[in-house]
Nanobody
Framework: QVQLVESGGGLVQPGGSLRLSCAASGFTFSSYGMTWVRQAPGKGLEWVSRVNSGTGSSWYADSVKGRFTASRDNAKSTLYLQLNSLKPDDTAVYYC??????WGQGTQVTVSS
């Protein structure tokens, strides 16, 4: 059974940092690209970042480029998203998604003073 479990969200002040994790199980994690998406309150889904399966190369939305860093640890079957210089506009539920279109339950990030 495929499972993706996100964690690491929380309440943080503007300018702060968080590290999100996505623990995968039930499939060969190293063989699939992984994606982070987010959904802000009252808005649609927004693509945030993607990490390739092979080289681990990553891509970012313009809105987070230079502030967020995605990475993966294939030995731990875990995807990460380091969020720095957070802004109120980054407030959203963050989801990880595999190339097979499996999703996690999401983790809430709230940026507020």
């Amino acid at each position: 059974q495929v499972q993706l479990v996100e964690s690491g969200g929380g309440l943080v002040q503007p300018g702060g940092s968080l590290r999100l994790s996505c623990a995968a199980s039930g499939f060969t994690f190293s063989s699939y690209g992984m994606t982070w998406v987010r959904q802000a309150p009252g808005k649609g889904l927004e693509w945030v970042s993607r990490v390739n399966s092979g080289t681990g190369s990553s891509w970012y939305a313009d809105s987070v480029k230079g502030r967020f860093t995605a990475s993966r640890d294939n030995a731990k079957s875990t995807l990460y998203l380091q969020l720095n210089s957070l802004k109120p506009d980054d407030t959203a539920v963050y989801y990880c998604m595999s190339d097979q279109a499996y999703w996690g339950q999401g983790t809430q990030v709230t940026v507020s003073s």
